[in-house]
């Protein structure tokens, strides 16, 4: 269950809709410090991140005033994006909450139980409600449709009219009464006024009584409108298409959820590692402080989702989603195997390849780039750290070439072995059996060499093994 | 739309009637009430088709009449949203037509009229495509398509549109005129 693409739809739909909605209130005159639209998107955007918060934590996150936030929420409750919930309840009832929100916040949040009064007190929560935001928001796209379409081809809408003088209004129902015998026109039944039809709902006033010019003015008008939202809106369709098959997130009533959150908080804090994606998925849900990374703890569900892919396959939907989906977090993690198999030896380019081609499909364009880059990076710093090793073993080599003009009586040994005696320290020659015989020569001229090299015993080592036949050749 | 279906009516007969063919004149009253009267539930009543049942007569004090419960089959039409009628045009103006299909009014307003279809004014006030080979005006028949129904309890009246496939007018006009 991820709520990523629903926390998409729900950005989506808060700047197409109510970007420019402001809250003020009634008395007060609109002026340009009161001017707060984009409120509402922000709030929206808040809640994404939340699952029940209680509205004065909320107000005080987003350091607004607890009132106008209530506002914001009341009018987002009547467009039915946000279910809430009311209940009095003392210290205590608080305090489950707080537990519960600590519980999905992975302990991050801030304490408050201080500061509740032993008094009752009612407390207000709110949550996204998906699912019906999910309704919603189809149901306003498909009547916004309709009514363009509608107006455009003319159909099944009922004609009215206005009378000029009174304002009265009649539909064609009423034509039967409103004929005159006189003249070709219908009258008013008050004052006996000629009746303008009033064709005009949404295209502009000016073009007056629906001559055929200013129909076809009017058409064209609106045919621009339902373009203009379609290729407006695509973001939006494009999200709900998205969303349509997934499973809706669902945090049930606040008491559900609460019950369900300080549950899943006990089970997280006995073993963390047994639900871990369960907690990871709520945790990115709810965020006590708003950054903007919280999510990042979702990558490895985000690879493993289809629904990044299909995201990921629109080049201009997927901004926001790239966000929350870090590629320095996949990197490091493919540093991190590199560097475990560059002591192996291994050549970088296989593991490489066999990584990212699970993710070059989810990533974007872009990404891939920034990858290879890394990559040639990586690389250099391997071929760079090759050299190293390689280098150290020449000058090895080396000396022990001296050791070995020195000890030439040793000759018959083999020289990898021969080697080894040059490598190790004293302590690990009690190790080797097979070494026994010809230990004790060695030592005599290359005690210094040794324990220069003991601080590189391990390194040393594991590059001998392989060095082997090179180092025969040189 | 027609429907054949059984309706039931207190009928109130005047005592002159009473005789031998009470029955015979209890039938054509109740013909010559519920004929062509519209009721918002049904629609027309256009003809009744049998009488089910006469019930027992109640004599009212004081007036000698009676009045029998009568069940009868009729025929009814109800114009119903989306449906297509056939209709003679009545009246043309600026504004639109009237069209009559059978004891339905219809009105069609000139934005539910085809685009090319122009209002041309005059003796014989008239809707005409610009090539002058549709025309519409009075006693032209017209199919058109019902977009609303307003049922009172005792009328009932319908908004129709030609703007629409296989719409429009179905004679020739000269031939109607």
Request: proline share 4%; hydrophobic share 35%; with cysteine.
């Amino acid at each position: 269950m991820s709520v990523e693409p629903f926390n998409r739809l729900v950005k989506l739909a808060a700047r197409a809709f109510y970007d420019d909605i402001t809250m003020k209130g009634d008395n007060q005159p609109k002026t340009g410090r009161s001017d707060n639209r984009g409120m509402a998107v922000v709030i929206l955007d808040a809640l994404t991140r939340r699952q029940w918060v209680r509205e004065e934590d909320l107000a005080k996150d987003l350091k607004l005033h607890s009132k106008q936030l209530r506002r914001t929420l009341r009018f987002f409750e009547e467009e039915k994006l946000v279910t809430r919930d009311h209940r009095r309840e003392t210290a205590k009832g608080a305090k489950i909450f707080s537990a519960a929100v600590a519980a999905t916040s992975d302990g991050q949040q801030t304490g408050k139980e201080g500061e509740e009064k032993q008094k009752m007190h009612t407390h207000s929560y709110c949550c996204l409600d998906y699912a019906q935001i999910y309704d919603v928001v189809r149901y306003r796209l498909h009547r916004m449709k309709k009514k363009l379409k509608d107006e455009l081809e003319d159909r099944n809408t009922v004609q009215e009219y206005i009378c000029p003088d009174c304002g009265r209004r009649y539909n064609a129902f009423d034509a039967m009464r409103l004929v005159s015998p006189n003249d070709e026109y219908f009258h008013c039944e008050n004052c006996n006024a000629e009746l303008v039809a009033e064709s005009d709902k949404l295209a502009a006033e000016e073009m007056g009584d629906g001559d055929d010019n200013a129909r076809r003015r009017k058409r064209e008008k609106l045919r621009d409108m339902l373009q203009k939202m379609e290729v407006q809106l695509k973001p939006l369709m494009d999200q709900l298409a998205r969303v349509k098959d997934l499973p809706v997130p669902e945090f049930g009533s606040l008491q559900a959820w609460e019950a369900r959150a300080n549950a899943a908080g006990r089970a997280a804090n006995g073993d963390s590692g047994a639900n871990d994606s369960s907690k990871s998925s709520q945790g990115q849900g709810y965020g006590g402080t708003p950054m903007p990374f919280l999510g990042e703890t979702r990558v490895e569900v985000a690879l493993s989702g289809v629904e990044v892919k299909e995201e990921d396959s629109k080049p201009d939907a997927a901004s926001t989603s790239m966000k929350v989906l870090p590629p320095w977090m996949i990197k490091q993690g493919m540093n991190l195997t590199k560097e475990q198999r560059g002591e192996v030896k291994q050549e970088p380019k296989v593991d490489h390849n066999s990584t990212p081609s699970g993710l070059s499909d989810d990533k974007k364009s872009k990404v891939n780039d920034k990858e290879d880059e890394k990559d040639i990076q990586d690389a250099y710093i391997q071929a760079y750290y090759a050299a190293f090793i390689k280098r150290q073993q020449e000058q090895e080599a080396e000396k022990k070439k001296q050791q070995e003009l020195e000890n030439a009586s040793n000759a018959p040994n083999d020289i990898s072995s021969d080697r080894k005696v040059g490598m190790k320290s004293k302590r690990q020659e009690d190790e080797r059996d097979d070494d026994v015989e010809w230990e004790e020569a060695p030592t005599t001229g290359t005690s210094e060499t040794h324990k220069l090299n003991d601080l590189n015993v391990q390194a040393d080592a594991s590059g001998d093994d392989e060095d082997d036949i090179d180092w025969e050749e040189g | 739309m027609f429907f054949h279906i059984v309706l039931e009516r207190n009928m109130q007969l005047h005592p002159r009637h009473f005789g031998p063919n009470l029955r015979d004149k209890l039938v054509a009253k109740l013909m010559k009430d519920v004929e062509g009267t519209c009721s918002g539930r049904h629609g027309f009543v256009v003809a009744i088709t049998g009488v089910d049942n006469i019930g027992k007569g109640l004599i009212r004090d004081g007036t000698g009449f009676v009045t029998f419960p009568v069940k009868y089959q009729c025929v009814v039409f109800r114009p119903f949203k989306g449906e297509i009628l056939e209709a003679v045009v009545t009246m043309v103006n600026k504004m639109g037509f009237f069209a009559e299909a059978g004891p339905v009014q219809i009105f069609v307003s000139n934005h539910l009229i085809p685009d090319d279809m122009e209002f041309q004014s005059g003796d014989m006030p008239n809707y005409t495509t610009s090539d002058g080979s549709v025309k519409i005006q009075k006693d032209s028949e017209v199919r058109l398509k019902i977009i609303g129904t307003r049922v009172d309890a005792t009328e009932i009246f319908c908004i129709g549109t030609i703007k629409d496939d296989f719409l429009g007018v179905i004679n020739d006009p000269g031939a109607a005129a």
